[in-house]
């Protein structure tokens, strides 16, 4: 009898065993799937750009110098997008050019090119109230594919830019500038500091 309560014991205590190396294996695998170095603070940095691109382009006499304004405030967003992303995936062991990271920036580029290229067409064909709309449907597009191998918060982020983008579809087009300072300025700052909280900076 003695025997027999030992051999249970014994099985037991190598089925929790196996159990436990499951589990460590399945969050392994979940994390090696999983890009974490998206930037909460460089993201937050990326959402003050885009506060005050919308106030200095609110200003502006001019469609040109509007359209100034929001790209070099793009174009600083990307630095800092880019340079902190590259530091925390350097922090966590996360190389940005294999894997996963690959992935990810993969996902995001692609509608980043294309709404580069449909800004251009819009511009020169004279639909100019339609670039808010553009930019926050194909960023949000963008964040929402990358999002696929990223955190929940960044695929949340990605469908608000896009409502974002509806949005601007359907009110005036007088809002258009509101719309993308509600969403690269407030929607970017508020996810970034929720990033950095949640999973760090």
């Known amino acids: 009898m003695s025997r027999r309560a030992g051999e249970r014991a014994e099985m037991t205590f190598f089925g929790q065993h196996a159990e436990e190396n499951l589990q460590f294996i399945r969050r392994t695998m979940e994390r090696s799937s999983t890009f974490t170095a998206v930037p909460g603070l460089g993201g937050a940095g990326m959402g003050a750009i885009g506060l005050a691109a919308a106030i200095l382009a609110a200003n502006q006499r001019s ?59 819009v511009w020169m064909n004279g639909d100019r109230a339609l670039i808010p709309a553009v930019w926050l449907l194909l960023y949000g597009a963008g964040v929402l594919a990358g999002g696929v191998f990223s955190v929940a918060a960044v695929r949340l982020l990605g469908v608000a830019f896009m409502a974002l983008g509806i949005a601007a579809l359907v009110t005036p087009s007088a809002w258009g500038n509101v719309w993308l300072g509600v969403g690269f300025g407030g929607l970017q700052l508020v996810f970034g500091l929720y990033i950095a909280r949640r999973h760090g900076g």
């Open 63 to 121: 469609a040109e110098r509007w359209l100034v304004v929001w790209l070099l405030a793009a174009a600083v967003a990307l630095g800092i997008g880019v340079a902190t992303m590259w530091r925390k995936a350097a922090r966590l062991g996360a190389p940005l050019a294999g894997g996963v990271g690959r992935r990810f920036g993969t996902s995001l580029a692609a509608p980043l090119v294309a709404g580069a290229a449909l800004t251009g067409g």
